[in-house]
């Protein structure tokens, strides 16, 4: 397994339009993570799925974007409608449920663009 | 309001030199400390983890020491080189596994 992969890498879009990401996560991780990213921040926490059941969402995630983790396995995170305000680096995360608190590995991110 | 702070400058050191880096954090009551690495236009990658009862961890030129008192976090780089120039994130949870980022220091090693 060559590690947590997301896309696209890049995405540009108008105002208004509708996106959708793709995260895969390590294969044998049930915990999966999203992230948003701007610049000089760090990542702030959006949601947590463990196998398919979304565990926690953050008052962050408005109503605009809806994340799914079918069987388990990938994950997409839609935005809708999407606003300049939404620009910003979306990071995926996975982990083991074994041995605790265990730390998450990070995919590469998706960089939106909102024009 | 909850708070995670790290230093907000940028850090420049000499290469050999020992980089220390702080997290300090307000109204959290974290089960453990976690700290990433983060390279420009990358996800950032694990480094180290501490829980709540440990007072110090190590690994090869890495230190994390945690003092749960004084809601800080120490993040040592001995023997500095230029490879360690990146951005460092401090991260907890007070409970779950959804974590809380700083906005990172910037580690410049120069030769």
């Known amino acids: 397994d060559t590690g947590v992969s997301q896309n696209p890498r890049h995405k540009i879009t108008k105002r208004g339009q509708n996106v959708t990401f793709r995260c895969d996560p390590i294969?044998?991780?049930?915990?999966l993570y999203w992230y948003r990213q701007t610049l000089g921040q760090g990542p702030e926490f959006l949601t947590y799925?463990?196998?398919?059941?979304?565990?926690?969402k953050s008052r962050l995630l408005s109503d605009r974007f809806s994340a799914e983790r079918p069987k388990g396995s990938f994950s997409t995170l839609e935005i809708q409608r999407t606003e300049q305000g939404d620009s910003a680096m979306y990071l995926c995360?996975?982990?083991?449920?074994?041995?605790?608190?265990?730390?998450?590995?990070f995919g590469p991110g998706t960089r939106l663009t909102v024009l | 309001s909850q708070k995670i702070e790290q230093n907000s400058e940028a850090l420049n050191i000499q290469e050999g030199k020992t980089a220390t880096l702080t997290c300090n954090y307000t109204?959290?009551?974290?089960?453990?400390l976690q700290w990433y690495r983060q390279d420009p236009g990358r996800g950032p990658v694990f480094l180290l983890l501490?829980?709540?009862?440990?007072k110090e961890k190590r690994k090869e030129r890495l230190k994390v020491t945690f003092d749960t008192t004084l809601k800080q976090s120490l993040f040592h780089i001995t023997a500095s080189q230029p490879a360690d120039s990146a951005t460092y994130l401090c991260?907890?949870?007070?409970?779950?596994?959804?974590?809380?980022f700083g906005k990172g220091t910037s580690l410049l090693v120069t030769p």
């Open positions: 294969s044998e991780h049930n915990r």
């Open positions: 109204n959290y009551s974290p089960a453990y």
């Open positions: 995360a996975s982990s083991s449920e074994s041995g605790g608190y265990n730390e998450q590995f």
């Open positions: 501490i829980r709540e009862n440990e």
């Open positions: 991260a907890l949870a007070n409970s779950g596994y959804a974590l809380n």
């Open positions: 799925f463990q196998n398919e059941a979304q565990l926690e």
